[in-house]
């Protein structure tokens, strides 16, 4: 079944860049919608981005204009998703994870999306740590 595998985490400084990336193994193209969440020790993980089975990306409001999704890029076997982090502030810090779900109607998607228990496959996470 679908396995997933993130990589590209990091230490930067106030302001720094990393690119992210997301290798799904079997995903059900055009059937799951991705996305990427973020967690911190003792919080529940946060909604950072996501993708309906379109391609068309939801982002959460303290990382619009700084994070960027990729189209999902697709070689032999694999599909990639990649998320692009610019202007990281401190409170970016945390485990990024990317998951999948099923979540057929749109406006559901819309509403719903940053729901994490909403998402039942998830990798195991890079680490991103942002110091001032």
């Known amino acids: 079944w679908m396995r997933m595998a993130e990589s590209g985490g990091g230490s930067v400084h106030t302001g720094g860049s990393l690119k992210l990336s997301c290798v799904i193994t079997?995903?059900?193209?055009?059937?799951?919608?991705l996305a990427w969440f973020r967690q911190v020790p003792g919080k529940e993980p946060e909604g950072v981005v996501g993708v309906y089975t379109d391609g068309t990306p939801t982002y959460a409001h303290s990382v619009k204009g700084r994070f960027t999704i990729s189209p999902i890029s697709k070689l032999g076997a694999t599909d990639t998703l990649d998320l692009q982090l610019d202007a990281l502030q401190p409170e970016d810090a945390g485990t990024y994870y990317c998951?999948?779900?099923?979540?057929?109607?749109?406006?559901?998607?819309?509403?719903?999306?940053?729901?994490?228990?909403?998402?039942?496959?998830w990798g195991q996470g890079t680490q991103v740590t942002v110091s001032a």
């Open positions: 998951a999948a779900a099923y979540i057929g109607d749109v406006r559901s998607f819309r509403t719903t999306w940053s729901d994490a228990d909403l998402w039942h496959q």
């Open positions: 079997d995903y059900p193209y055009d059937t799951y919608c």
